[in-house]
């Protein structure tokens, strides 16, 4: 098969959480037609175990330990260079020398990045056919902390949006095609670089439709009689800690005084502080990391995805939804949903509109109607096979002129990691 080389910020493997459950199943689909040279960093210690399992999907795995602390205050580098921290953050000078080795030794023609950050390694090789799954506009996200953060922060967010959509414009400049995951996340990207328009293009997430099944919900995880409403992500991502403390602190007692028997169930790993103090209000229950998400999800009363900042498409309503259960989505979110609102999810803007959602859907027939429709709409139109489709032609279609173009603004690679597997 043709050697293929993919670069991606995190170790695309288990499919846990949001940006690693679409970088798993890209590099399952372009494995079944290239033979992989796979690099990645592994920032999560509860990852190591699975370096071994990606290497068995590959032709060469090149993993890298880093630690995020040590990163986050290496990539402050930044603030003198001119550059984005998100791009000093995943630089590396082993990465970029096993680059450069990989794509000479191995003759590698094309070349498939996942997330912005990692074409920076690519800049001494304009020769490559290059794509590059931007995924969400990042730099938007930075710019919408800012102002709900206080200064430096607010100051420090604001440089950085600012930065990165700098680096994005230039990486899309340089990349035969670029991907967002939803029409909306191309509309924005065009409005902020117009210069780029028509370079990228959509290409939506799916589910695994098999694996989030309503036949495998498994056991109830709750206590009889009680009304679990639950949110489910990465707790250490601040949109959604910032989700599930509002949704705790605003809309639950809105619940509770009508149904008593309510309780909200955060779960997902690594839970912030602040997500962890939400125990101390008595009606909220926070897991941690979970086997297997599914049967909190299945069992539940309901699922809510209340985040008031959020980019592309958000698995966790999309598995919820192939699991026939209904799910409150906000305003901010409903617009990347390929669904009928009402019919196959819930909307919902301010506490008041989450509460009553959320109570509607404590009669049963009403949750019951949800969750057939969302699970006929996920069969419907987001399965991962038709939705990849779209990769392959882009990596088959005749090369278009991408721009040459420097990346990382003259500046080495100098950061060093641990490597934890490499091999030819």
Same mark, same amino acid.
């Given at each position: 098969?043709?050697?293929?080389?993919?670069?991606?910020?995190?170790?695309?493997?288990?499919?846990?959480?949001?940006?690693?459950?679409?970088?798993?199943?890209?590099?399952?689909?372009?494995?079944?037609?290239?033979?992989?040279?796979? !690099? /990645?960093?592994?920032?999560?210690?509860?990852?190591?175990?699975?370096?071994?399992?990606?290497?068995?999907?590959?032709?060469? @795995?090149?993993?890298?330990?880093?630690?995020?602390?040590?990163? %986050?205050?290496?990539?402050?580098?930044?603030?003198?260079? !001119?550059?984005?921290?998100?791009?000093?953050?995943?630089?590396?000078?082993?990465?970029?020398?096993?680059?450069?080795?990989?794509?000479?030794?191995?003759?590698?023609?094309?070349?498939?990045?996942?997330?912005?950050?990692?074409?920076?390694?690519? &800049?001494?090789?304009?020769?490559?056919?290059?794509?590059?799954?931007?995924?969400?506009?990042?730099?938007?996200?930075?710019?919408?902390?800012?102002?709900?953060?206080?200064?430096?922060?607010?100051?420090?967010?604001? #440089?950085?949006?600012? /930065?990165?959509?700098?680096?994005?414009?230039?990486?899309?400049?340089?990349?035969?095609?670029?991907?967002?995951?939803?029409?909306?996340?191309?509309?924005?990207?065009?409005?902020?670089?117009?210069?780029?328009?028509?370079?990228?293009?959509?290409?939506?997430?799916?589910?695994?439709?098999?694996?989030?099944?309503?036949?495998? !919900?498994?056991?109830?995880?709750?206590?009889?009689?009680?009304?679990?409403?639950?949110?489910?992500?990465?707790?250490?991502?601040?949109?959604?800690?910032?989700?599930?403390?509002?949704?705790?602190?605003?809309?639950?007692?809105?619940?509770?005084?009508?149904?008593?028997?309510?309780?909200?169930?955060?779960?997902?790993?690594?839970?912030?502080?602040?997500?962890?103090?939400?125990?101390?209000?008595?009606?909220?229950?926070? /897991?941690? #990391? =979970? &086997?297997?998400? %599914?049967?909190?999800?299945?069992?539940?009363?309901?699922?809510?995805?209340? @985040?008031?900042?959020?980019?592309?498409?958000?698995?966790?309503?999309?598995?919820?939804?192939? @699991?026939?259960?209904?799910?409150?989505?906000?305003?901010?979110?409903?617009?990347?949903?390929?669904?009928?609102?009402?019919?196959?999810?819930? /909307?919902?803007? &301010?506490?008041?509109?989450?509460?009553?959602?959320? @109570?509607?859907?404590?009669?049963?027939?009403?949750?019951?109607?949800?969750?057939?429709?969302?699970?006929?709409?996920?069969?419907?139109?987001? #399965?991962?096979?038709?939705?990849?489709?779209?990769?392959?032609?882009?990596?088959?279609?005749?090369?278009?002129?991408? =721009?040459?173009?420097?990346?990382?603004?003259?500046?080495?690679?100098?950061?060093?990691? !641990?490597?934890?597997?490499?091999?030819?």
């Amino acid at each position: 098969m043709e050697a293929l080389l993919f670069l991606a910020h995190r170790l695309p493997f288990p499919p846990n959480k949001g940006d690693k459950i679409r970088s798993h199943h890209l590099l399952r689909h372009l494995a079944q037609r290239h033979a992989l040279h796979v !690099g /990645t960093f592994v920032d999560d210690a509860a990852d190591l175990p699975h370096v071994p399992s990606l290497a068995g999907l590959c032709a060469q @795995l090149h993993a890298e330990r880093i630690h995020p602390r040590s990163r %986050r205050i290496a990539s402050l580098r930044a603030l003198a260079s !001119g550059e984005s921290m998100s791009v000093v953050y995943y630089r590396s000078a082993a990465m970029q020398r096993w680059v450069d080795d990989t794509i000479a030794r191995h003759r590698i023609e094309k070349v498939v990045v996942f997330c912005s950050t990692m074409a920076q390694y690519l &800049d001494g090789h304009p020769q490559v056919r290059r794509i590059v799954d931007l995924v969400d506009v990042d730099s938007a996200k930075w710019a919408e902390y800012a102002p709900r953060h206080r200064w430096p922060l607010s100051w420090l967010y604001r #440089r950085e949006a600012r /930065t990165l959509l700098d680096f994005e414009s230039r990486v899309v400049a340089a990349s035969d095609m670029s991907l967002l995951v939803t029409p909306a996340e191309v509309a924005l990207f065009e409005s902020l670089a117009p210069e780029q328009s028509g370079r990228v293009t959509a290409v939506p997430n799916g589910v695994d439709v098999d694996f989030f099944s309503p036949a495998h !919900g498994g056991e109830s995880p709750y206590r009889a009689g009680e009304r679990a409403v639950v949110f489910t992500g990465a707790m250490d991502y601040w949109p959604n800690i910032d989700a599930a403390s509002w949704f705790a602190t605003e809309v639950m007692p809105r619940v509770l005084a009508v149904e008593p028997a309510a309780r909200f169930y955060v779960v997902g790993m690594n839970p912030a502080p602040a997500v962890r103090e939400l125990e101390r209000l008595g009606h909220v229950t926070v /897991t941690g #990391r =979970v &086997d297997d998400v %599914r049967p909190w999800v299945a069992h539940a009363a309901c699922a809510v995805a209340p @985040l008031r900042v959020a980019r592309g498409i958000q698995n966790k309503v999309l598995e919820a939804m192939a @699991l026939a259960q209904p799910v409150v989505v906000s305003d901010t979110c409903a617009g990347s949903l390929d669904a009928q609102a009402g019919r196959d999810f819930i /909307t919902a803007g &301010d506490a008041q509109s989450f509460a009553a959602a959320v @109570l509607a859907l404590f009669d049963p027939a009403r949750a019951r109607a949800v969750g057939i429709a969302a699970r006929t709409r996920i069969e419907q139109v987001y #399965r991962w096979d038709s939705a990849l489709a779209a990769l392959d032609d882009c990596l088959d279609a005749p090369r278009r002129g991408a =721009v040459p173009a420097s990346l990382n603004n003259g500046n080495p690679p100098d950061v060093q990691s !641990g490597i934890l597997h490499s091999r030819s």
